[in-house]
Each structure stands twice: as C-alpha cells, then as structure tokens.
C-alpha cells in the first residue's frame, strides 16, 4: 500500500428504492471507522440509462485520475431487468463528469443479457489495457457467472466478452472482487448455493481459477454477498467487508495470508451507521481526504 494514501473512500449506495439507488461516499483515516461525505446524499445524479445504480466501484486510472463504473439497475423492474453498466470519470475525486453506458444488449453473445451485475476493473499491465469483470446472465440461461472482457477508454469493448469464473457448485457466481497479491491473483465471490463469500485463485489474471482450500472465506452462518478488499496501512493485512443482505448491515473481517479470516466484532467498525449497501474502497491520500470533507 501507497504510504502517502492511508486514508479510504468508501463508495456505495443504500438500498432498494429508486432513492437509495445511486452513488454515495464516505471517509475514513483507519480503515474501520467511517463518516459520510456531503450529509450522506448522493455524490452524482445520473441522468442515463435506468437513472438508478447499484454496486459502485471506485478505483484510480493509470494517469492518476478515477473511475466510478456501477450496475444500472432499477430494482423494482426485477433482478433479470438489467443489461448495461453506467461509468463516470474524475480528475479529483469531486467533479464527476463523461457519464455513458456500457450497453452489453448491442454486443455479440450478450444481447439477450439481462443481469450485468457489479462491475470491477483491474489494469493488466501486460496487454496495457482495462480488464473489466461482472457478474452475467443471458435470458434463459444458467447459471449466472464471472465474465470479462478487456477496454481501453470504458466507453466500447476491445474484446468480447469471456466466462472468467463459474463456481464448481453449479450455482450462481456473483460480486467477484480481484486481489493480486504475492504473484497471485484471488477471486472472493458470492456462490449462491453456499450463501457465502468463497474464494478461487489464478496465477494469471484471466485465470484459470481454481476455488481455493479453503474454499469459504467466511466462518459464519450470516448471508453474505458484495465483499470488497482493502489493505490497512502498511499492506500486510487486508481487511473484507461483506453486506449482510437477510439481516442488515455490513460484516468485516481481517487476514493476514489471503486465505485465513478473522472477524472483526461490530463494536469496532462505524460502517453500519452509514446503512450501505454493495460498495468498494480506495485508499487515498490525506489531500484527497481533506477535500471530500469538505463536502
């Protein structure tokens, strides 16, 4: 981890209202507790395709500037109701501009899409492109899956669109977020059947995966789906946060290796205050975090 970004952005949004269905921020200088950006409103008002978004992931660009690229998704049209993600770009954090969709019905062997579930990026230095990942579901079709395909500008895809991870169960694959960590690779995802965040693993980043030992990330019988990983400062530990989607709130737990978890008690993270849903962190620097305070 950047010594000089110490300090986390948690994007997110807060339920399954029209309302609660965009992006919102909040702040943190330990990784644990957090406050909300601008009162706790929205960051952006989306103005294209479904004008709601779920499943916000935040990351910085290779120039140094960011991306926000998120589900556009209404929820009260259906869980099969969604075939496009909704992107933004920034210089700074606080101007948000170049909204456009990613419409996944106008690319061959997705038009019958109808779940483009939590897109994430991660930059692959070797083709010097953007691997963009997402959860997949074609009409008529089954399971839901890991899908990938590489960008350049986020605004067409250069490749079409590949299956990056399907979980052994036979069952829905969903929220995979990427680690590399060590020369490897860890996928952590929802497998619905387990009703759990598990965990698969790559010495390359378009795989294979092969579903780790153990294959559970978490020890408990809690529902969890929308797990993000972040480093705490000085890189050695990563904390993973997960939505408890049946009982509410966020769960956190902490490892050392990657493959081993302990929980953090709820008496020690601010997160559930905020009432977030799926979300992602990025580490900032103290500039950047000042800034967004002041909101």
Same mark, same amino acid.
């Given at each position: 981890?950047?010594?000089?970004?110490?300090?986390?952005?948690?994007?997110?949004?807060?339920?399954?209202?029209?309302?609660?269905?965009?992006?919102?921020?909040?702040?943190?200088?330990?990784?644990?507790?957090?406050?909300?950006?601008?009162?706790?409103?929205?960051?952006?008002?989306?103005?294209?395709?479904?004008?709601?978004?779920?499943?916000?992931?935040?990351?910085?660009?290779?120039?140094?500037?960011?991306?926000?690229?998120?589900?556009?998704?209404?929820?009260?049209?259906?869980?099969?109701?969604?075939?496009?993600?909704?992107?933004?770009?920034?210089?700074?954090?606080?101007?948000?501009?170049?909204?456009?969709?990613?419409?996944?019905?106008?690319?061959?062997?997705?038009?019958?899409?109808?779940?483009?579930?939590?897109?994430?990026?991660?930059?692959?230095?070797?083709?010097?492109?953007?691997?963009?990942?997402?959860?997949?579901?074609?009409?008529?079709?089954?399971?839901?899956?890991?899908? &990938?395909?590489?960008? =350049?500008?986020?605004?067409? !895809?250069?490749? %079409? *669109?590949?299956?990056?991870?399907?979980? +052994?169960?036979?069952?829905?694959?969903?929220?995979?977020?990427?680690?590399?960590?060590?020369?490897?690779?860890?996928?952590?995802?929802?497998?619905?059947?387990?009703?759990?965040?598990?965990?698969?693993?790559?010495?390359?980043?378009?795989?294979?995966?092969?579903?780790?030992?153990?294959?559970?990330?978490?020890?408990?019988?809690?529902?969890?789906?929308?797990?993000?990983?972040?480093?705490?400062?000085?890189?050695?530990?990563?904390?993973?946060?997960?939505?408890?989607?049946?009982?509410?709130? &966020?769960?956190?737990? =902490?490892?050392?290796?990657? !493959?081993?978890? %302990? *929980?953090?008690?709820?008496?020690?993270? +601010?997160?559930?205050?905020?009432?977030?849903?799926?979300?992602?962190?990025?580490?900032?620097?103290?500039?950047?975090?000042?800034?967004?305070?002041?909101?």
């Amino acid at each position: 981890m950047d010594s000089n970004k110490a300090h986390y952005l948690f994007c997110y949004f807060t339920g399954n209202e029209p309302e609660n269905e965009s992006v919102h921020f909040a702040i943190s200088k330990n990784g644990f507790d957090f406050e909300p950006v601008n009162g706790g409103k929205k960051i952006i008002e989306q103005k294209l395709g479904k004008k709601c978004c779920r499943d916000p992931f935040i990351f910085r660009n290779e120039s140094g500037g960011y991306y926000i690229i998120a589900t556009d998704m209404k929820c009260r049209e259906g869980w099969n109701s969604n075939n496009s993600m909704v992107v933004w770009e920034s210089k700074d954090l606080i101007n948000w501009h170049g909204e456009r969709i990613i419409d996944f019905s106008k690319i061959k062997g997705s038009e019958t899409a109808d779940r483009i579930w939590a897109p994430e990026v991660l930059f692959d230095k070797i083709r010097g492109e953007y691997m963009i990942y997402w959860s997949h579901h074609n009409v008529g079709t089954e399971p839901t899956v890991i899908k &990938y395909a590489y960008t =350049k500008d986020f605004k067409s !895809l250069s490749t %079409e *669109p590949r299956v990056l991870f399907a979980p +052994s169960s036979g069952k829905d694959g969903i929220d995979a977020d990427i680690i590399f960590n060590c020369g490897k690779y860890y996928l952590y995802y929802k497998d619905e059947y387990e009703k759990t965040i598990c965990i698969a693993v790559s010495n390359e980043i378009t795989g294979p995966y092969t579903e780790a030992e153990p294959r559970r990330a978490c020890n408990t019988d809690i529902h969890l789906e929308g797990n993000c990983m972040y480093p705490l400062p000085g890189g050695k530990e990563y904390i993973m946060i997960a939505d408890k989607y049946v009982d509410g709130g &966020y769960y956190m737990q =902490k490892t050392g290796d990657m !493959l081993h978890f %302990e *929980p953090v008690p709820d008496g020690k993270f +601010s997160l559930n205050a905020l009432h977030p849903r799926h979300g992602s962190v990025l580490a900032i620097s103290e500039k950047e975090y000042n800034a967004l305070k002041a909101l």
